[in-house]
């Protein structure tokens, strides 16, 4: 980072249709399982039945009494962010009382849809439906609406819906954003979290990305894009960087990672989990039109999370693209890297990495960097999940479905999003 203070990761939290808890994600995707599975789904077509769901959590735990009662208002995506939330926070094992409240700052990602579908309606709309005939009763609806939907629908449905929570129940009182849009903008929160804490402004801070993107009308959006995969081979039909992708399966999830400035980390005797060294922010024009992608997305986004980290492309054990299954958007970043090579005369290997969890939209970006900490501190590149070959161009790019040993202990991860923007982080692991 080009501040004066170093700033490093000291916990890390997940919450995804893998498990919940980093050690519980990084075991599976070592064992090469996905997340993702068929889900019993009325009136929905089966390409539609496939998504990552996360199992045996309904509603936060242990809540501080004051604020037990705004649990009801938690959406699912919150729900998860929080859990991932207060694991960073417990597993970096600081002593939040020992830092002034106005020196926590707290970023938080939301790319939550759970609301979109007014899936809270449907039991009044069904019973109006069923009593009206061809029109739908209003006296019944009236009366359904009163006795079956939940009156706070409307807080459930704010973006922003962990911010005011999370902060209250950690007591982040610092510099804090709440940013609402897909990705990047998990990539984004861990960036601001970071200049926070290198520009001297908070002393810890937390990036939190949260997402449920498994709600019938989001899907059936998202497949009207022709973003969504047609599932033909179940589960392992999601397939990044393969010459036989179609699209992403979409999935929820949280994640989150606590960073702090190096000097205090090392003075309270933390366990540091790498450092971040740079990041880079680009917005590329597609030239197209309608909801394009530009033909090399992340190459001005790599080069310039490389150039304020001071490290070039053959440092790097490994890059972990955006990669999220579709056709363009893929075929984008292996150009972007097949320049970058190019230009450098070094190649690296790349992994994608979210068809181990489905895509969770804002959680995707945060989780991909804890993944990536947890393989280069043990020496190793994650497998691409279903992968089998690549296309022509980028055959000779090192891709591989198997996990394989690591040279160096840096890496990227980028992330992208609709039209254009692109982020990348640099981060240095610390294999202590």
């Given at each position: 980072m080009s501040s004066s203070r170093r700033v490093v990761v000291t916990g890390m939290g997940l919450a995804t249709p893998l498990g919940r808890g980093v050690e519980a994600n990084w075991k599976s995707v070592l064992a090469g399982r996905t997340g993702i599975e068929r889900h019993e789904r009325e009136d929905s077509p089966e390409y539609l039945k496939f998504f990552g769901r996360v199992e045996g959590l309904e509603r936060p735990e242990n809540i501080p009494p004051k604020?037990?009662?705004?649990?009801?208002?938690?959406?699912?995506?919150?729900?998860l962010g929080f859990e991932a939330a207060r694991e960073a926070v417990a597993n970096s094992q600081i002593d939040l009382a020992s830092v002034p409240v106005e020196r926590r700052s707290l970023l938080l990602a939301s790319g939550d849809l759970t609301k979109i579908g007014c899936e809270f309606m449907h039991p009044a709309l069904k019973d109006a439906i069923k009593s009206g005939g061809k029109a739908a009763d209003r006296l019944v609806l009236n009366k359904s609406l009163m006795n079956k939907v939940n009156p706070f629908?409307?807080?459930?449905?704010?973006?922003?819906?962990?911010?005011?929570?999370?902060?209250?129940?950690?007591?982040?009182?610092?510099?804090?954003?709440?940013?609402?849009?897909?990705?990047?903008?998990g990539a984004q929160a861990l960036e601001l979290a970071c200049r926070k804490v290198g520009a001297?402004?908070?002393?810890?801070?937390?990036?939190?990305?949260?997402?449920?993107?498994?709600?019938?009308?989001?899907?059936?959006e998202m497949e009207g894009l022709g973003i969504l995969s047609r599932c033909k081979h179940g589960a392992a039909s999601f397939r990044p960087l393969d010459r036989a992708r179609d699209g992403f399966i979409p999935a929820e999830g949280g994640a989150a990672i606590l960073v702090e400035d190096r000097e205090g980390a090392i003075a309270?005797?933390?366990?540091?989990?790498?450092?971040?060294?740079?990041?880079?922010?680009?917005m590329e024009p597609p030239g197209g039109k309608g909801l394009s992608v530009p033909s090399?997305?992340?190459?001005?986004?790599?080069?310039?999370?490389?150039?304020?980290?001071?490290?070039?492309?053959?440092?790097?054990?490994?890059?972990?693209?955006?990669?999220?299954?579709?056709?363009?958007?893929?075929?984008?970043?292996?150009?972007?890297?097949?320049?970058?090579?190019?230009?450098?005369?070094?190649?690296?290997?790349?992994?994608?990495?979210k068809a181990y969890t489905g895509h969770m939209g804002a959680?995707?970006?945060?989780?991909?960097?804890?993944?990536?900490?947890?393989?280069?501190?043990?020496?190793?590149?994650?497998?691409?999940?279903?992968?089998?070959?690549?296309?022509?161009?980028?055959?000779?790019?090192?891709?591989?479905?198997?996990?394989?040993?690591?040279?160096?202990?840096?890496?990227?991860?980028?992330?992208?999003?609709?039209i254009g923007q692109c982020s990348t982080v640099l981060v240095e692991g610390s294999a202590n």
């Open positions: 604020l037990a009662a705004q649990v009801r208002f938690l959406n699912r995506g919150a729900v629908f409307l807080l459930e449905s704010i973006s922003n819906n962990l911010f005011s929570f999370l902060s209250a129940a950690l007591e982040f009182m610092g510099p804090n954003t709440s940013l609402a849009s897909f990705s990047p903008c001297g402004e908070a002393d810890v801070a937390l990036a939190v990305g949260c997402g449920c993107w498994i709600t019938e009308v989001p899907m059936f309270r005797g933390a366990l540091i989990l790498a450092e971040i060294k740079g990041n880079g922010n680009c090399e997305i992340s190459v001005n986004s790599i080069r310039a999370a490389l150039e304020e980290g001071g490290a070039s492309v053959g440092d790097l054990a490994f890059i972990c693209p955006h990669a999220s299954g579709t056709r363009k958007g893929d075929r984008s970043e292996l150009s972007s890297m097949h320049k970058l090579f190019a230009a450098e005369g070094a190649a690296v290997p790349v992994c994608a990495l959680a995707s970006d945060i989780c991909e960097v804890i993944l990536g900490i947890e393989a280069v501190n043990e020496g190793l590149v994650p497998g691409t999940l279903n992968f089998s070959a690549a296309e022509s161009p980028f055959e000779s790019m090192g891709i591989s479905s198997s996990t394989t040993d690591a040279r160096g202990k840096s890496f990227v991860s980028v992330s992208y999003g609709i």
